[in-house]
């Protein structure tokens, strides 16, 4: 059998292609029928078949195949290209998805459903099959090219003469050892101006020196445009006249030439080769540390001279490793389009089979995130869609009687900015229901009827984040399965993320995500509690403060203190973490407010120490279950503090709080 | 023409064949070491590398022979007070005392010891099964009692029974 990191080098590479092959069909989905796009399917469900073959995935390989004759057929006209069509495709991509998840999990590939599938694309194309009427001979055409076109060939210059394009032949020299560049060059030239349909030597090539060929572009541009592009390189003759008028030609299809070759420079890393390089820097960072204390050292003694050089051999040494740091975190970063041409599809499914209309508008796919979140995300983001078309887009006749477009519109959005992306989900669904809400909550003893009467609107969407909370009686297929937002909560803030709610009954909800940019590397601020450091991640902390002893005043024997007339709950770390110290606490604290989605909390610290760039490493073994503590990080001269895992904290105040 | 199948033994095959033979015997190669004036032993192959003692820093809420994590390598590991963990009096780290770094499906973790001694070959046969009255907790972590001298007695120690614990939830 194959080595395992064959086949896991088969799976991405596998999952690659299919995310390349979904891009494509949303492509086609949305404009019209182009044939590079059909073509580009064609090879990527080819590419596929050949993976499954060579790592014998059966079920791939003949869903592939059948898939490969489908879109044969469209690349060859024999077959239309329809919403119908296109709906199989996407079905099969998540076909493919299952069975790749299947085959991860060394579990077999479920059969039984791709028969059934492969049975139906089968029926579908015969259902789509156009009838064959025309034959060669009715090109207007030499027939010493015409007897040499492929049905391909022949298929795309049907369609480009029924479109009414003009046919040239361009006829063009190479010598034998640059032909392969020169002939990519010529048809580089070309494609901006139109298609080229084959290329053929000529039958009085062949001197033994070059190599002549004739290549066959259809085009709306007119003889002086095509003869420019080739730039008296090649000889250009009229074949058959097109009706079309002068059109610009397009410089889209170059660039597309430019993207093409982009992809076959790039690498495929795994992302823990990059968290080893990561580690490394960091090393290197503490050793730059020691170099540090060579260098006082040196002063020390008197030897200013060698420590000035020093110095400034070490600031290099500094710059070029935040240098480093920055672009080894780069490489990690992907752009959240990858999971955004996810959400399309799902979109058009669930849609469907809610029986809604709903367009997905989508803005920032090229925001960045590091590869790791991007993929955690995915199934919070998801769920999150999913409940917007369930519960927030009403049915199309309840749209229409509230004077609505009967189409729902999702948004789904992502900006960064600074250390952070923003990512909002909006609707211009129903809202929710305060009242409901209230119900719900006090139905499921979430809150009791006294605290309700307290809750401030934000407070109030807020509860929809409970776990146990579900507005609707009965879990529908869709958003069902017993998973609530309570869950994307929990996985946002596994993210060191915060999830916020707005909505207006009637005219929509949005649901703000706001996530780091990274976890590889993050900023933490060192504090110090009952005579121990630690570190607490600074993409959680909203604020620092100091106060006095006296200013803390105490709820049910919970500390709190009144923070710009609110109230703040504060939690000493060294309690929090059972911790004793030895002495008092000190007349002067200093409050580090953190924040968890929409809780606040206030950590309560003797000192800071400052702020760091750290790498968080997780505690092996049973040691990594320790609640509280998130890992630790090395900061110089062998000190190892511990990271402070800020969701968990504030969970367990709130738990306290419950218990109160 | 002489078969190349039949290799004819010479006296250096013969001596090779019975160097094997030896180091076969000799099998087992534990590194021994000393706590509370007893002398236990692990694996050699499970250890990683040996560090002079140095601070570790503590973690909440773990047992209490979790003497905390330290770096090493730029890996962070637990430090395991050995002497609490075997229920033997506790002492305050001295001169002698090391760091033994071991490794346990797959992580790194360290065990404070009063001092290293050596490495002992032992052949299978030096390997009794662990005394039966050594019952109760502290039993479990003896994987059995070596005696490559008939005067000299280690303590095995069975490093993944050590090594599993849990920690408290809040």
New interface residues.
């Given amino acids: 059998m194959t080595s395992d990191k064959a086949f896991q080098d088969f799976l991405s590479e596998a999952q690659e292609t299919v995310e390349n092959l979904n891009r494509t069909l949303l492509a086609l989905d949305a404009g019209k029928v182009d044939p590079d796009l059909v073509n580009d399917a064609f090879r990527a469900v080819h590419s596929l078949k050949g993976l499954a073959g060579l790592f014998g995935v059966g079920r791939m390989a003949s869903l592939s195949h059948t898939l490969e004759n489908l879109l044969d057929s469209l690349r060859l006209g024999r077959v239309a290209v329809s919403a119908a069509i296109l709906d199989l495709l996407f079905e099969a991509v998540e076909i493919y998805g299952r069975l790749m998840a299947a085959v991860s999990e060394g579990r077999p590939a479920d059969s039984p459903e791709v028969d059934g599938f492969v049975a139906r694309i089968e029926q579908a194309a015969r259902a789509g099959a156009r009838a064959q009427t025309q034959k060669r001979q009715d090109l207007a055409l030499d027939p010493s090219i015409l007897s040499v076109l492929s049905e391909y060939e022949e298929h795309r210059l049907r369609e480009n003469l029924a479109a009414g394009r003009t046919l040239f032949r361009v006829h063009a020299a190479f010598d034998l050892a640059g032909i392969d560049h020169g002939l990519d060059e010529l048809k580089a030239r070309l494609k901006p101006l139109g298609e080229v349909i084959t290329y053929l030597p000529t039958p009085d090539s062949g001197d033994g020196e070059g190599i002549e060929l004739d290549v066959i572009l259809a085009t709306d541009a007119h003889h002086p445009a095509v003869a420019g592009a080739v730039g008296g390189r090649a000889e250009v003759t009229e074949l058959v006249a097109g009706r079309a008028p002068l059109a610009a030609a397009t410089g889209a299809r170059a660039e597309e030439d430019a993207t093409l070759r982009s992809v076959s420079r790039t690498v495929r890393v795994d992302i823990r080769k990059l968290d080893h390089l990561m580690n490394l820097v960091g090393e290197l960072t503490l050793a730059r540390a020691g170099v540090q204390g060579v260098l006082e050292d040196l002063r020390g003694e008197g030897h200013l001279e060698l420590a000035r050089r020093l110095q400034q051999e070490s600031r290099v040494l500094e710059r070029k490793l935040d240098e480093l740091q920055s672009g080894i975190l780069e490489v990690r970063m992907v752009p959240l389009g990858q999971i955004f041409d996810k959400l399309s599809r799902v979109v058009r499914r669930i849609s469907r089979d809610a029986g809604k209309e709903i367009r997905l508008t989508i803005s920032g796919a090229d925001t960045e995130l590091d590869k790791l979140i991007v993929e955690e995300l995915s199934d919070p983001l998801m769920h999150v869609i999913r409940n917007s078309i369930d519960h927030g887009i009403e049915p199309t006749d309840v749209r229409r009687a509230a004077g609505k477009d009967e189409t729902g519109t999702i948004w789904v959005s992502a900006q960064q900015r600074g250390n952070h992306v923003v990512i909002e989900v909006r609707d211009d669904g129903r809202g929710f229901d305060e009242d409901r809400i209230l119900e719900t909550a006090i139905q499921r003893r979430l809150i009791d009827a006294a605290q309700a009467a307290d809750l401030s609107r934000r407070e109030l969407l807020n509860l929809v984040f409970l776990p146990g909370f579900s507005t609707r009686e009965r879990a529908s297929e869709l958003s069902g399965r017993g998973v609530g937002l309570d869950v994307v909560k929990t996985n946002i803030a596994r993210l060191s993320g915060i999830i916020d709610v707005e909505s207006t009954r009637g005219k929509g909800t949005s649901l703000i995500i706001t996530l780091p940019v990274t976890l590889a590397i993050i900023q933490a601020l060192i504090i110090r509690a009952a005579g121990r450091s630690y570190a607490i991640p600074l993409n959680s902390v909203l604020e620092t403060i100091t106060a006095t002893r006296g200013e803390v005043k105490t709820i049910e024997r919970r500390e709190v203190l009144t923070v710009r007339g609110q109230t703040l709950a504060l939690a000493r770390v060294e309690q929090a973490l059972d911790v004793a110290r030895a002495g008092p606490t000190p007349e002067r604290m200093y409050v580090v407010v953190v924040g968890l989605a929409q809780h606040r909390l206030g950590l309560v610290v003797d000192d800071f120490v400052g702020q760091e760039n750290i790498v968080i490493k997780s505690l092996s073994g049973p040691l990594n279950a320790v609640p509280g503590i998130a890992g630790a990080t090395e900061l110089g001269g062998q000190q190892v503090v511990l990271v402070l895992d800020v969701a968990a904290l504030v969970e367990e105040s709130l738990r306290g709080e419950e218990a109160a | 023409m002489p078969d190349k199948d039949i290799v004819f033994a010479t006296e250096d095959t013969y001596h090779h064949g019975y160097a094997q033979k030896q180091r076969a015997a000799f099998s087992r190669e534990v590194l021994s070491f000393a706590l509370g004036g007893e002398e236990y032993a692990i694996d050699i192959l499970r250890i990683r590398e040996i560090l002079k003692h140095?601070a570790?820093?503590?973690?909440?809420?773990?047992p209490a022979f979790?003497l905390?994590?330290?770096?090493v390598?730029?890996?962070?590991?637990?430090v395991m007070d050995l002497r609490l963990r075997v229920r033997v009096a506790a002492a305050p780290p001295a001169k002698e005392s090391r760091i033994l770094v071991v490794t346990?499906?797959g992580?790194?973790?360290g065990l404070l010891v009063d001092a290293v001694h050596q490495v002992v070959r032992m052949r299978d046969e030096d390997v009794e099964p662990p005394p039966a009255l050594l019952g109760g907790p502290e039993g479990e972590f003896i994987a059995g009692i070596g005696r490559p001298r008939p005067d000299r007695m280690l303590i095995l120690l069975n490093l993944g029974a050590l090594?599993?614990?849990?920690?408290e939830?809040?």
């Fill in positions: 140095r570790a820093t503590e973690v909440p809420r773990a979790i905390g994590v330290i770096a390598r730029g890996q962070i590991i637990p346990h499906a992580e790194a973790y090594l599993s614990f849990t920690v939830k809040s």
